[in-house]
């Protein structure tokens, strides 16, 4: 019996249901961009290299081009169209756009959906390549530029915007500790 | 890209049935390899079983001290586990070093081990490669070769295996468990690549079909004090072009135990039993450490291209055993 090569799918992506028929070698970013116009997410490499289709899967930072979209079904996906909380951006975006943290844009959703991962993996206590003692009594140093640029390592920029996306990405880690301290 | 059918199974045995002896059948793990190989043609399932459902995502401490870990945990989650953290630093640090924060999240500890040599021949399916096309030839060997094998290498191929993961589970002595329709198996993880010799196209010593469920890490006091180290062509996301996996216990200068692996030199995770023969018994000085270096790397070939990773991983050896010294005389 040959299987079949294409299934009806449910998508929960920010929240809202999309149910869509996908042929299997659809990749969750061509559904995203081609399927249900939701072109926030970027397609740079599609080869899992850059980090431009950056979204979240259950909370979790992953590269939409190397997931397939059939795969993805049951998981709760966040691209940057669902990130800020109605008017009121998410203090990444705020922070990127305080900072100029971005030239031409283009990796601009895959540096925030990623930094926002970035803040909670290390609130979460994840140890980086950029750690020198892992042992989990060491502890997890504080999110220095070092930290940030090993942790952000997945998202090129080709206008090398690197200096402000650091900087934007350790102000929104500080404004929302804070958030979290108030 | 070839159509192909999608299954997601829920448990092991469902999966193992649903693969059954389809050679055009794939488990499919994070896909980040397995996805990025189908796009460029390398890998043409007609059926992919998807494992990220089954219930082998989890790690655990055994009585004896060793350490359980599932197929499908994530890269992630290995490396974040407090447990790796604790008892097997270097695993959690190769685990690190690998790939993106975005691609951790996604790939298992099955797929890793799994995953297809970088080789830019391999993944261009326009030129020959004998790992790809069995008897069409290795272009590596008078062409591109500057990240290929130093060791173990033939001449019908000389690529390395990528997994930083696996070069510290070589030093560790990992036991790597798989299920078939004939029931569970296991295998250490020292023969799990075979040598390339004249079939590079075969490698593992997987039967056809196995699931992987899981990698099992025996205890290893000596685990405890260890490090990984990995040399790349920019200082983060990039494949090593030689890294190592090391672990050390001195007592009163004298060398009691010492593991070993070197990764992107071989084939496989290559451990390096001879130096750890050489080391045993003997002073932790830095002339031992670069004649017990000198005495792994004296079976070394390198082409053209490459030879400077037999003076890459002579430094490497020293360097990750002096730090290991100075980290145990703290
Ligand atoms: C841009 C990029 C950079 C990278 N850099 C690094 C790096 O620096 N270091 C490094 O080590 N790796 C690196 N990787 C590779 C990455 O680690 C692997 O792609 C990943 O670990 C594979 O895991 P997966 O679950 O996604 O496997 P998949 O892609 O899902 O599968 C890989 C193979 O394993 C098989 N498989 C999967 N699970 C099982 C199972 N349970 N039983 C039997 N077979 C199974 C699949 O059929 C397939 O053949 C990089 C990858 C990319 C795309
Ligand atoms: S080195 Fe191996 S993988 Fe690369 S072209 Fe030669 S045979 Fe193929
Ligand atoms: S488009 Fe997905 S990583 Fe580049
Ligand atoms: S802002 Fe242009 S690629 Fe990053």
Redesign the interface.
């Known amino acids: 019996m040959?299987?079949?090569?294409s299934?009806a799918i449910t998508l929960n992506i920010n929240g809202e249901k999309y149910t869509l028929p996908v042929?299997?070698?659809t990749?969750l970013l061509d559904a995203l961009r081609e399927h249900l116009d939701l072109t926030g997410s970027k397609k740079g490499c599609?080869?899992?290299q850059c980090?431009a289709c950056?979204v979240l899967?259950d909370g979790?930072?992953?590269?939409s081009c190397?997931?397939?979209a059939?795969?993805a079904e049951g998981r709760a996906i966040t691209t940057i169209e669902g990130v800020a909380d109605g008017e009121r951006l998410h203090p990444v975006q705020q922070a990127f756009l305080d900072l100029d943290g971005y030239q031409c844009g283009y990796c601009t959703p895959g540096q925030i959906c990623?930094a926002i991962?970035?803040i909670e993996?290390h609130a979460?206590?994840?140890?980086?390549?950029a750690?020198d003692?892992?042992?989990?009594?060491a502890g997890v140093p504080a999110l220095s530029a070092e930290e940030i640029?090993?942790?952000?390592?997945?998202?090129l920029c080709r206008c090398g915007a690197y200096v402000s996306i650091v900087q934007a990405v350790a102000q929104a880690a500080e404004v929302q500790g804070k958030e979290a301290v108030a | 890209m070839r159509e192909f059918g999608y299954e997601r199974a829920f448990d092991v045995s469902g999966a193992v049935a649903l693969i059954g002896s389809d050679p055009d059948a794939r488990f499919l793990g994070g896909g980040t390899n397995l996805v990025d190989l189908m796009k460029t043609g390398v890998e043409r399932p007609a059926l992919l079983v998807d494992v990220r459902e089954l219930p082998l995502d989890r790690i655990e401490l055994e009585r004896d001290g060793g350490l359980r870990i599932g197929a499908t945990v994530t890269n992630s989650d290995l490396a974040a586990h407090p447990d790796v953290r604790r008892h097997y630093p270097a695993l959690a640090q190769a685990v690190l070093a690998g790939a993106s924060g975005q691609l951790r999240n996604m790939a298992t500890v099955g797929g890793n081990l799994l995953q297809r040599t970088r080789c830019g021949y391999f993944t261009d399916i326009s030129r020959p490669c004998n790992r790809r096309s069995p008897g069409s030839g290795c272009p590596a060997v008078g062409g591109e070769h500057h990240n290929h094998a130093i060791l173990g290498a033939s001449e019908h191929c000389i690529a390395t295996h990528p997994s930083d993961m696996a070069v510290a589970l070589a030093a560790f002595d990992a036991v790597i468990s798989y299920e078939t329709a004939d029931g569970p198996g296991e295998l250490p993880i020292d023969g799990f690549y075979p040598p390339v010799g004249d079939t590079p196209h075969i490698e593992t010593t997987l039967p056809p079909g196995a699931l992987i469920t899981g990698v099992t890490l025996p205890p290893a006091p000596v685990a405890a004090r260890s490090r990984y180290r990995k040399v790349r062509e920019r200082a983060s996301f990039a494949f090593a072009i030689g890294s190592i996996a090391g672990a050390l216990d001195v007592e009163d200068g004298v060398v009691r135990e010492v593991r070993l692996a070197l990764g992107a030199v071989a084939s496989m995770p290559w451990r390096a039993r001879a130096a750890e023969r050489l080391l045993v018994g003997g002073p932790a000085s830095a002339e031992a450490f670069a004649a017990a270096a000198d005495a792994e790397l004296a079976a070394a070939e390198a082409l053209p291209d490459n030879g400077y990773k037999v003076t890459l991983m002579r430094n490497l050896i020293v360097a990750v055993l002096t730090e290991l010294t100075e980290e145990v005389s703290r």
Do not use: C, I, K
């Not at chain 1, 979790?60 to 590269?63: L, T």
């Not at chain 1, 003692?133 to 009594?137: L, S, T």
């Open positions: 040959t299987p079949s090569t299934s042929d299997h070698r990749t599609d080869l899992g980090g950056t899967l979790r930072r992953a590269v190397l997931q397939l059939v795969a990623s991962a970035v993996e979460a206590g994840w140890p980086s390549a750690t003692d892992v042992r989990p009594e640029r090993e942790r952000m390592s997945g998202n």
